[in-house]
């Protein structure tokens, strides 16, 4: 399916595990965001890459780790999962440059007890 | 940095009226890009409206429109003819031209259309 989409859609762990969550575009866009959710807080930026192994920190970079080895992917991985990383992280992907938009995935909502 | 702020946390309008958000930002930049995105219970994210800074004319899309005070640093959104489906939080959000193109958001309205 074309478009962008997010794995897994909702997931469930404990303080101090590894946690992946993926992403995947089908557009070839260039630039790969990854956003948390809060409540009373908007969508805060975590990391950004503007192509194949190039990424950097956003707003809120601490505790999380980011690669992009292919153009479609940009998994996002909590190193040891603290209890404020429970949140809805949305990935979104667009084009270099030009008046093109975001494009968001569904979102994956993490809780970590 | 640039900020993103929407005053209104909550609003709510009758079916069929119009409704108007707020939204301001603080940026010293001169080439950028506004927009607002819809996000219904499904969680989606969904562009509604984006205003060229460089453009004077106010983007129009169907009953959404905007009020750009490039001035005053203003960017309200006008919804007409409010639908039941146009129930959601509404995000404002900046992006500069040029560097990461990242987008900054407002916290958000939680808008509510009563029947």
């Known amino acids: 399916d074309a478009g962008i989409t997010q794995s897994p859609r909702y997931k469930i762990t404990e303080t101090g595990r590894q946690v992946t969550l993926m992403c995947h575009q089908t557009w070839s866009h260039s630039y790969m965001f990854w956003y948390r959710q809060d409540l009373g807080h908007g969508l805060r930026l975590i990391y950004y890459?503007?192509?194949?192994?190039?990424?950097d920190k956003g707003e809120v970079p601490d505790g999380y780790v980011v690669s992009r080895s292919k153009t479609e992917n940009f998994p996002l991985t909590l190193e040891s999962a603290t209890r404020s990383q429970t949140s809805v992280y949305f990935c979104?992907?667009?084009?270099?440059?030009?008046?093109?938009?975001?494009?968001f995935g569904p979102g994956t909502r993490l809780t970590v007890l | 940095a640039q900020t993103v702020t929407q005053s209104q946390p909550e609003m709510s309008v009758q079916e069929a009226e119009t409704v108007t958000l707020s939204c301001t930002y603080d940026t010293s930049e001169n080439n950028y890009y506004l927009f607002w995105y819809k996000q219904p219970p499904s969680r989606q994210m969904i562009l509604v409206i984006r205003?060229?800074?460089?453009?004077?004319q106010n983007a129009t899309e169907n009953r959404f429109s905007v009020n750009f005070q490039k001035a005053a640093k203003s960017f309200s959104l006008k919804i007409s003819d409010s639908q039941l489906g146009d129930t959601a939080m509404y995000f404002c959000a900046f992006m500069k031209l040029g560097g990461s193109e990242k987008l900054v958001f407002g916290k958000g309205t939680k808008l509510t259309v009563n029947p």
């Open positions: 979104a992907s667009r084009w270099t440059g030009g008046r093109d938009e975001q494009f």
């Open positions: 890459s503007a192509a194949a192994d190039i990424t």
């Open positions: 205003q060229e800074a460089y453009k004077q």
